[in-house]
């Protein structure tokens, strides 16, 4: 969060606690012994959420965000921790959503979550025009850093899109949420936004998370992509080319090599190295060396 965030949050937080005790979630969970109180307040808005609300929540001197499920989606929470807990576990991948809890309320299944500011599709619905070019290469690099994190332990993360990129407070940072989607390479796809992939099989990977990027940019660019074919879509961004805001261009690059990317290293050869040369250029060396870092 911003420092000015921050700050609304603190002061917020005394009245706060001083009508949420209704709110307080205990949560019984074996081995513990003790229950574990988590305090629910105010929804968070953000765009693009269907399966489940977000909400500030307090522990403590904690301020997180809580990922409540609506009834019957409890599989979702719980495939969600599982790739969470796997892609974490040996290495960090700092744009990459990481589970802090998880447990269920009555019939809600529920996550606590690092607080976020708001998602890629906040930034569109706020934005009339083309989103800016740093705010755009943030989300491309993030995005990219996050899918080889999930490739590297074999998974295809299914439904990239805008409602799915969040921003940390000062948009310095962009992380990729909603896991549960997550499918194993090269499984048969079952939850997906299906326009975002342009026609690509239903079948998990690196070219699938790719080309749904490559929408979403599209999408940050005042692109609208109503063709249904990755072909179509490229001719198109080709006939635009000398006019095409920064969102288009990466999103054209990456359609480019879309066949050739089946594995981390292809990822970060063809896609990520080359997209850096042109974030380089367009931002200059210091926001380069920033997005750098985000690939461990």
Same mark, same amino acid.
């Given at each position: 969060m911003s420092e000015r965030q921050a700050t609304k949050v603190l002061t917020d937080i005394k009245a706060?606690?001083?009508?949420?005790?209704?709110?307080?979630?205990?949560?019984v969970r074996p081995?513990?012994?003790?229950?574990?109180?988590?305090?629910?307040?105010g929804k968070l808005g953000s765009a693009g959420q269907t399966r489940s609300s977000l909400y500030y929540v307090f522990k403590g001197a904690g301020v997180y965000c809580g990922k409540v499920y609506r009834p019957g989606e409890a599989a979702s929470m719980t495939d969600e921790k599982t790739v969470s807990e796997e892609v974490h576990r040996d290495q960090h991948w700092p744009t990459l959503i990481k589970v802090i809890d998880a447990f269920y309320a009555g019939r809600h299944a529920v996550l606590i979550l690092p607080l976020l500011a708001k998602s890629a599709a906040d930034l569109l619905v706020a934005t009339a025009a083309a989103v800016g070019d740093e705010a755009t290469a943030y989300v491309c690099m993030g995005v990219l850093a996050a899918m080889a994190g999930l490739a590297s332990n074999g998974w295809c993360h299914g439904d990239i899109k805008p409602a799915n990129i969040m921003l940390t407070g000062d948009q310095k940072r962009v992380v990729l949420v909603d896991l549960g989607a997550c499918t194993r390479v090269p499984e048969v796809l079952t939850e997906f936004t299906e326009h975002y992939a342009l026609g690509l099989p239903n079948v998990a990977g690196l070219q699938w998370d790719l080309a749904c990027l490559a929408s979403t940019l599209c999408l940050l660019g005042g692109i609208m992509?109503?063709?249904?074919s990755v072909k179509a879509v490229i001719e198109d961004l080709r006939r635009w080319e000398g006019s095409l805001s920064f969102g288009g261009q990466l999103a054209l690059h990456i359609l480019e090599h879309l066949d050739g990317?089946?594995? =981390?290293?292809?990822?970060?050869?063809?896609?990520?190295?080359?997209?850096?040369?042109? =974030?380089?250029?367009?931002?200059?060396?210091?926001?380069?060396a920033t997005l750098a870092s985000w690939w461990p």
């Open positions: 706060r606690l001083r009508t949420s005790t209704k709110n307080v979630v205990l949560n081995p513990c012994k003790h229950p574990q109180g988590y305090i629910f307040d992509v109503a063709k249904p990317v089946n594995t =981390v290293q292809q990822l970060r050869e063809d896609v990520w190295d080359k997209v850096m040369e042109r =974030v380089r250029d367009r931002l200059g060396e210091e926001h380069a």
